[in-house]
């Protein structure tokens, strides 16, 4: 049985649901998008959910941010695929949808109530990106990446024994 997560934002005008094989929230992501949006701390987690699963209650009160990129991985200025979901209420993020990928949903480890599993190790990725003042605590088993790593979310898991059938 794969993990349910029961999130909400702070202000409760949103809640939701979602089935995660994938729910261990070992990927600190220090992108720029990510670290204004929702990384108070320097960076933002995202795990992985199953988003034929995702059940939400107060839909009306979302708002949802595609951000404008242009860096070096992008020259010129794009509009990311990425559906960045929050409350319109209180601004808390919620979780990133991205159409190219339909059937994953990337709730927001931070805006997750129910349990998480503890990471036996994390990945640091766009460091190339991360604030000058924020320094990782990178653990002795973590990988650090300037860009994106190549092992996808459910690889991690399947290799560290983490995965929930
Ligand atoms: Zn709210």
């Not at 951000?67 to 993020?93: L, M, T, V, Y």
């Not at 640091?124 to 003042?133: D, F, G, I, P, V």
Request: glycine content about 8%.
């Amino acid at each position: 049985m794969p993990l349910l997560l029961k999130g909400s934002c702070r202000c409760d005008a949103v809640r939701f649901e979602v089935e995660s094989h994938t729910p261990v929230p070992f990927m600190l992501c220090y992108c720029s998008i990510c670290r204004k949006q929702q990384g108070g701390g320097g960076f933002a987690i995202n795990l992985g959910a199953d988003y034929g699963t995702l059940k939400i209650t107060g839909k009306r009160n979302l708002g949802v941010y595609r951000a404008e990129i242009e860096d070096d991985e992008h020259p010129q200025c794009e509009i990311s695929s990425g559906e960045r979901n929050f409350c319109k209420k209180c601004g808390s993020a919620l979780w990133l949808y991205d159409p190219t990928w339909p059937e994953l949903v990337h709730p927001f480890a931070s805006a997750i109530d129910s349990e998480l599993p503890k990471p036996p190790e994390k990945v640091h990725l766009m460091l190339k990106y991360k604030a000058n003042w924020v320094e990782p605590d990178v653990g002795k088993k973590d990988k650090v990446f300037d860009v994106y790593p190549q092992e996808s979310i459910a690889d991690w898991h399947k290799r560290t024994g983490m995965w929930v059938d």
